[in-house]
């Protein structure tokens, strides 16, 4: 299965498919073979990087929509 990201409305991401994330030291983080894993994006999760719902508790308000980047 190919890679899927998800931005869920005002949550993380969900990452779908046979993924290794690393941490920023390089060390691959533990996954648990899931089949997806949901990624903080508030910024407020004690369990970085994966979300553990701290969003709906801060009323984080995510940019849904991506926005076009111009090539220069």
């Known amino acids: 299965m190919a890679v899927k990201i998800t931005a869920r409305p005002n949550g993380p991401y969900i990452v779908e498919g046979d993924i290794d994330l690393y941490d920023p030291t390089g060390a691959k983080v ?23 719902g701290t969003h709906s508790k801060i009323g984080f ?12």
Do not use: N, Y
Request: a positive charge; proline letters at 6%; glycine letters at 14%.
């Open 30 to 52: 533990d996954t648990g073979g899931r089949p997806a894993v949901a990624l903080c994006r508030c910024g407020g999760s004690v369990a970085k990087p994966f979300c553990d």
């Open 61 to 72: 308000k995510g940019a849904e929509a991506a926005v076009a980047q111009s090539k220069k």
